[in-house]
């Protein structure tokens, strides 16, 4: 089989394949992040979501594996997010995104503008929609509070920042989402972050699976491909064209990959998967993806990017 062209743009960026890790996903410290510097078919590194002061997380057990995907309340846990700005100025291997969070306005605020003043030239990722840190809402599913962080933001950040966001259920959430985004020069959305809340039941023991928040936690894994599909979607039919779109969640097989990208995804991002299978996933998805192609007959990813028909 001939190589397809897999290359893909993102702000400006050239990535040599369109997968990613989803941040959070063997991403949080050094020998991991080695790890996917190594990873073939791994087109990016995302960093795990950086904070202003590290964080060990919620108490254990907070990930739990299912055979239709995952649930996780992992809380944040993360080296602080100078460890992550010091790694993406070094890294050179692949092409990064320095995954952001804050818990509050203010934090997210002072980290990025030390990105800002640094000589970190990559793009940044600002998570909008953790559904793990106690007592902390997820910021992009209140879009007053979303307009106002990033005007804020874009009052003095110049560097290429995308956002990532929660899944949304409802048109009009579309709708009132993208009114806010498109008033903003981002780079891209990386959409979806893991379903929240959802809960886990062990049956035979009558109990929860995971310990933090009495066992609500983010969905992730082939449970959620429907709803991620759907979010790459009707945001590709309502943002800017400028703004680019990673479509994360719910990938198992080279046919979601292209599934995604035929909703519009420019980039898709791995979570569960690799966690299930480790890092050869990627391997493998680049190979089924390419049959896929082969077999319709397509040359490169925008032969049928956003090409979905309706019936
Ligand atoms: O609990 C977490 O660290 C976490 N889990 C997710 O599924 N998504 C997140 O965005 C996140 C933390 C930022």
Same mark, same amino acid.
């Given at each position: 089989m001939t190589k397809k062209n897999l290359t893909t743009q993102l702000a400006q960026v050239t990535f040599d394949g369109p997968l990613l890790n989803a941040s959070g996903i063997h991403c949080q410290t050094k020998e991991e992040l080695a790890d996917l510097a190594a990873t073939?078919?791994?087109?990016?590194?995302?960093?795990? !979501?950086?904070?202003?002061?590290?964080?060990?997380?919620? #108490? !254990?057990?907070?990930?739990?594996? /299912?055979?239709?995907? !995952?649930?996780?309340s992992m809380g944040l846990p993360n080296l602080g997010y100078p460890f992550y700005l010091d790694y993406v100025q070094q890294e050179t291997a692949k092409p990064t995104i320095l995954s952001v969070a804050g818990l509050s306005a203010e934090d997210v605020l002072e980290v990025l503008m030390d990105v800002q003043d640094s000589d970190y030239q990559g793009i940044t990722e600002? %998570? /909008?929609?953790?559904?793990?840190?106690?007592?902390?809402?997820?910021?992009?599913?209140?879009?007053?509070?979303?307009?106002?962080?990033? #005007?804020?933001?874009?009052a003095f950040f110049t560097k290429p920042i995308g956002v990532k966001l929660p899944p949304y259920f409802d048109l009009v959430h579309f709708d009132q989402i993208a009114a806010v985004? %498109?008033?903003?020069?981002?780079?891209?959305?990386?959409?979806?972050?893991?379903? @929240?809340? @959802?809960?886990?039941?062990?049956?035979?023991? #009558?109990?929860?699976?995971?310990?933090?928040?009495?066992?609500?936690?983010?969905?992730?894994?082939?449970?959620? /491909?429907?709803?991620?599909?759907?979010?790459?979607?009707?945001l590709r039919q309502r943002l800017n #064209?400028?703004?680019?779109?990673?479509?994360?969640?719910?990938?198992?097989?080279?046919?979601?990959?292209?599934?995604?990208?035929?909703?519009?995804a420019d980039m898709v991002s791995v979570g569960t998967q690799v966690i299930k299978e480790g890092l050869g996933v990627y391997d493998r998805l680049t190979e089924e993806l390419q049959a896929i192609m082969a077999e319709k007959g397509y040359e490169s990813l925008s032969d049928f990017r956003g090409q979905l028909r309706e019936l």
């Open positions: 073939s078919n791994l087109a990016g590194i995302v960093t795990k !979501s950086a904070t202003l002061l590290p964080r060990t997380g919620n #108490e !254990s057990p907070r990930y739990y594996d /299912l055979a239709y995907g !995952s649930i996780n600002l %998570n /909008l929609s953790c559904p793990n840190v106690p007592g902390k809402p997820q910021t992009a599913y209140d879009f007053v509070a979303t307009r106002k962080l990033l #005007e804020r933001v874009f985004l %498109n008033d903003f020069p981002i780079t891209h959305v990386n959409t979806v972050n893991s379903v @929240g809340n @959802g809960l886990v039941v062990d049956v035979e023991k #009558e109990q929860v699976v995971t310990k933090p928040k009495g066992g609500f936690g983010g969905l992730g894994g082939a449970m959620i /491909l429907p709803t991620a599909l759907a979010n790459v979607r009707a #064209e400028s703004i680019a779109i990673i479509g994360t969640g719910g990938v198992t097989s080279g046919a979601d990959v292209f599934a995604h990208i035929l909703c519009g």
